[in-house]
């Protein structure tokens, strides 16, 4: 039977980085090396008059990471990060609205005029785009999160065809309907598996807190059916290098569990139980538990530094 060793490593702020640095890129550039853009039509060449229907972001309270087996008496791991206490209902819409007031700042300063959307907000097209989704999203593969909608509007969904509420929206009112969801998550994951000597195997599990963007959706719908659409590439990020946490603990045989959660004016009672148990013989299973803490007034202006940092090259891509 094999000896299985694992290692927990926990890296420092400045041991790791996902992204590229882009000291010789501008913002343009590194905008189009984070992600990519579908378009038709160009609608900014249709008008320059935005609606901020949906400014929605989504706080990523819980995350993992799987490495499996590569055959068949191998070992595979799990890591779990969750952040304790998870940041408050009010926080995170604090953090929601302030990202709509710095967006539409941004917005206004590269010429373009933000219009009120109340009165959008009353026409039977954008009733038509709301969205019955749940705000909490638990998922067995990547974990939790909450999603905010700015102003705690209502969350909206374009549909998947172009003759849809959402372009009807812009035809009648001659403006670029936007709708973006961003996810925040607040943690690097790495782990790795080596064999030092035969018979063993070392299973080593990394992490470095941080405010990262790697997951967000922009639709952009113009007039005369013009479309803006953007996503993230695979393996890129935008970060913050503000640091956010107090301490970062790891432990074992434990879960998180969120309960009594105020999220979107519901109460949420809500577990995560997908962690392994491990297995006996040649083929067990390893998990790895940490835990973040975090100052909140931190995590607030690290959250809202990247939701800027992304802002700017969403911008930079809009011409």
Same mark, same amino acid.
């Given at each position: 039977?094999?000896?299985?060793?694992?290692?927990?490593?926990?890296l420092?702020?400045?041991a790791?980085?996902?992204?590229?640095?882009?000291?010789?890129?501008?913002?343009?550039?590194?905008?189009?090396?984070?992600?990519?853009?579908?378009?038709?039509?160009?609608?900014?060449?249709?008008?320059?008059?935005?609606?901020?229907?949906?400014?929605?972001?989504?706080?990523?309270?819980?995350?993992?990471?799987?490495?499996?087996?590569?055959?068949?008496?191998?070992a595979?791991?799990?890591?779990?990060?969750?952040?304790?206490?998870?940041?408050?209902?009010?926080?995170?819409?604090?953090?929601?609205?302030?990202?709509?007031?710095?967006?539409?700042?941004?917005?206004?300063?590269?010429?373009?005029?933000?219009?009120?959307?109340?009165?959008l907000?009353?026409?039977?097209?954008?009733?038509?785009?709301?969205?019955?989704?749940?705000?909490?999203?638990?998922?067995?593969?990547?974990?939790?999160?909450?999603?905010?909608?700015?102003?705690?509007?209502?969350?909206?969904?374009?549909?998947?065809?172009?003759?849809?509420?959402?372009?009807?929206?812009?035809?009648?009112?001659?403006?670029?309907?936007?709708?973006?969801?961003?996810?925040? +998550?607040?943690?690097?994951? +790495?782990?790795?598996?080596?064999?030092?000597?035969?018979?063993?195997?070392?299973m080593?599990?990394?992490?470095?807190?941080?405010?990262?963007i790697?997951?967000?959706?922009?639709?952009?719908?113009?007039?005369?059916?013009?479309?803006f659409?953007?996503?993230?590439n695979?393996?890129k990020?935008?970060?913050?290098?503000?640091?956010?946490?107090?301490?970062?603990?790891?432990?074992?045989?434990?879960?998180?569990?969120?309960?009594?959660?105020?999220?979107?004016?519901?109460?949420?009672?809500?577990?995560?139980?997908?962690?392994?148990?491990?297995?006996?013989?040649?083929?067990?299973?390893?998990?790895?538990?940490?835990?973040?803490?975090?100052?909140?007034?931190?995590?607030?202006?690290?959250?809202? +530094?990247?939701?800027?940092?992304?802002?700017?090259?969403?911008?930079?891509?809009?011409?």
């Amino acid at each position: 039977m094999k000896h299985l060793l694992f290692a927990v490593a926990l890296l420092s702020a400045t041991a790791i980085s996902a992204q590229k640095k882009g000291k010789n890129l501008t913002l343009a550039e590194q905008a189009k090396d984070n992600m990519t853009v579908y378009e038709v039509k160009n609608p900014f060449k249709k008008t320059k008059r935005i609606a901020l229907l949906g400014v929605d972001v989504s706080f990523r309270l819980a995350t993992s990471q799987t490495v499996g087996k590569e055959r068949n008496s191998d070992a595979s791991s799990r890591t779990w990060v969750t952040l304790n206490p998870p940041p408050s209902a009010a926080l995170m819409q604090e953090i929601t609205n302030e990202h709509y007031v710095r967006l539409k700042a941004k917005l206004m300063a590269a010429g373009f005029d933000v219009v009120d959307e109340k009165p959008l907000q009353q026409t039977e097209e954008y009733k038509n785009l709301i969205s019955e989704k749940e705000r909490l999203t638990i998922n067995k593969t990547w974990g939790m999160a909450a999603r905010g909608s700015a102003h705690e509007a209502a969350m909206i969904d374009f549909p998947n065809f172009a003759g849809g509420a959402h372009a009807r929206l812009a035809n009648r009112n001659e403006v670029l309907v936007w709708n973006s969801n961003t996810l925040l +998550d607040f943690v690097y994951i +790495d782990q790795t598996k080596t064999r030092p000597v035969k018979g063993v195997i070392n299973m080593e599990a990394a992490v470095r807190p941080a405010i990262i963007i790697h997951s967000s959706t922009l639709e952009l719908q113009g007039p005369d059916y013009s479309t803006f659409k953007t996503s993230f590439n695979a393996d890129k990020s935008i970060s913050s290098s503000q640091p956010f946490h107090t301490r970062v603990q790891s432990c074992t045989d434990c879960l998180p569990e969120f309960t009594e959660r105020t999220t979107g004016g519901k109460i949420l009672r809500e577990s995560i139980i997908v962690l392994s148990r491990g297995r006996a013989g040649d083929n067990p299973d390893f998990k790895f538990m940490f835990q973040v803490e975090a100052d909140y007034a931190q995590y607030k202006a690290a959250a809202l +530094d990247a939701l800027d940092r992304y802002a700017d090259q969403l911008i930079a891509l809009m011409r």
